[in-house]
């Protein structure tokens, strides 16, 4: 199932539309950082698929692990995650 934000209601016409897919078998907390118009964070379950809308300049930021120990594991910048039209 494809989850959106609810960000991608107010968006702006720099705002980009992102697709994010969690690849692994942990279970994932996303958030998105560098995106002052929209705030986005969300557990992302293994093999899920995730819409939304960030600001080119915002970085996607991606952290595993246990409830308390969660661990920066990833950063994505949301221009490369960008759906292309």
Same mark, same amino acid.
């Given at each position: 199932?494809? +989850?959106?934000? *609810?960000?991608?209601?107010?968006?702006?016409? /720099?705002? !980009? %539309?992102?697709?994010?897919? &969690?690849?692994?078998? /942990?279970?994932?907390? =996303?958030?998105?950082? &560098?995106?002052? &118009?929209?705030? %986005? *964070?969300? =557990?992302?379950? @293994?093999? *899920?698929?995730?819409?939304? !809308?960030?600001? @080119?300049?915002? +970085?996607? *930021?991606?952290?595993?692990?246990?409830?308390?120990? /969660?661990?920066?594991?990833?950063?994505?910048?949301?221009?490369? %995650?960008?759906?292309?039209?």
């Amino acid at each position: 199932m494809i +989850q959106t934000s *609810e960000s991608f209601l107010t968006s702006t016409s /720099e705002d !980009v %539309l992102c697709f994010y897919t &969690n690849a692994t078998t /942990e279970i994932q907390i =996303i958030r998105i950082e &560098n995106n002052p &118009n929209s705030k %986005l *964070e969300r =557990i992302v379950f @293994p093999s *899920e698929k995730l819409l939304f !809308v960030g600001e @080119p300049e915002a +970085q996607l *930021e991606i952290y595993t692990g246990s409830m308390g120990k /969660e661990i920066l594991s990833d950063t994505i910048p949301c221009a490369s %995650l960008r759906v292309e039209k």
